[in-house]
């Protein structure tokens, strides 16, 4: 089984969870919930999204078979605009390498997390595990605590067949 800081965090906290190993190459959040035998709306995907002004990034924690809506998201943390950075700049924001950002991982860096409400339909769902390869189910409820997440209407349904690029 992979220990990693998320891993040793949730321990900590006493969180019940649950980590599954993957291939370590970035898969796509649609790949990974076949992989894992789930349905894509509880494998959550976590989008990084900059402010305009200078500020912390944003993370959009939502479901895997649905995109971000910037508007939406800008609406709910009160600014103008957003924007997706890519990949590229994700991972320098982040420390972490596309397909293992985690806002699990990124915990007291500064970020806000934004989970999409669908979530609340769940009691449990899958995140990344701060790594490649890594997932971890757990509680929506200690995700949003731990991560002082708030919920907002954040996402919307990818069009049937479409194929998306994924973080």
């Not at 965090?9 to 076949?34: I, M, N, Q, T, W």
């Amino acid at each position: 089984m992979v220990t990693n800081n998320v891993t040793r965090f949730l321990d900590s906290r006493k969180v019940p969870y649950k980590a599954f190993e993957l291939p370590a190459e970035k898969l796509g959040a649609l790949e990974s919930a076949r992989l894992l035998g789930v349905a894509p709306a509880i494998l959550y995907k976590t989008i990084v999204v900059v402010r305009e002004k200078p500020a912390k990034p944003i993370l959009a924690v939502i479901p895997g078979d649905h995109a971000v809506n910037l508007k939406t998201l800008a609406t709910a943390v009160g600014e103008k605009k957003l924007k997706v950075p890519t990949q590229r700049e994700a991972e320098q924001l982040t420390g972490l390498q596309a397909g293992g950002i985690s806002p699990l991982a990124l915990i007291n860096k500064g970020f806000q997390v934004v989970v999409s409400s669908e979530a609340s339909q769940h009691e449990q769902i899958h995140i990344s595990g701060g790594q490649r390869g890594l997932n971890i189910r757990l509680p929506v409820r200690a995700l949003l605590d731990l991560t002082r997440a708030r919920t907002a209407a954040i996402s919307d349904p990818l069009p049937e067949g479409s194929v998306v690029s994924e973080d």
